[in-house]
């Protein structure tokens, strides 16, 4: 399969910026060759309905500007849903282990939770920082309008706050087996 395509999907899957240096680093391939391929599929994107955008030596995957509208009409259509089981099992674990970085809470849950994250950031429930030690890296937060979602006005008063907690770190140390992934 071709180089663009490649990152292509690995840019949908993501669903965040990723550096020239990360994506050359996974696909072994050489900077310039990863550069070249971007450069193709933005031109492949430019009459679609997803761009490419590069700043600062990264690059995203994005919406086309020309359908912001129907982009904003969705966006406020998702935010009044209901979170779901999903969204209640991903607000659990950064509640019970913020900071968590995306790739511990797809460990945890055993599946990608990128668009449940995105869902809880756009209802205002979690917050997305940059991880201290690592800048390109991030983590979730919960804010304190999940406390209030909740009914409670700190993490501590969850029912069973700290037997859950301990549960699900027994959980974590008693699975060292999570691959190692390249930072991006």
């Known amino acids: 399969m071709p180089l663009d395509k490649i990152i292509e999907a690995i840019l949908f899957y993501k669903t965040e910026p990723l550096s020239f240096g990360y994506l050359a680093k996974i696909l072994h391939q050489e900077i310039e060759d990863i550069k070249i391929a971007v450069e193709e599929l933005g031109e492949q994107l430019e009459n679609r309905g997803l761009r490419l955008i590069v700043v600062e030596e990264k690059v995203a995957l994005v919406t086309a500007p020309e359908i912001d509208s129907i982009i904003r009409s969705l966006t406020k259509k998702d935010a009044s849903k209901d979170i779901g089981k999903a969204g209640l099992e991903t607000l ?93």
């Open 92 to 184: 659990s674990l950064v509640l019970y282990r913020h900071p968590i970085e995306r790739i511990e809470i797809d460990y945890i849950r055993g599946v990608n939770s990128s668009f449940i994250l995105r869902h809880l950031l756009m209802k205002g429930l979690i917050e997305k920082r940059k991880k201290v030690d690592n800048k390109s890296r991030y983590v979730y937060v919960p804010t304190p309008e999940a406390l209030a979602f909740l009914g409670v006005e700190k993490k501590e008063d969850i029912p069973n706050y700290d037997q859950h907690k301990k549960e699900l770190d027994d959980f974590i140390d008693n699975h060292p087996e999570q691959a190692e992934i390249p930072s991006n």
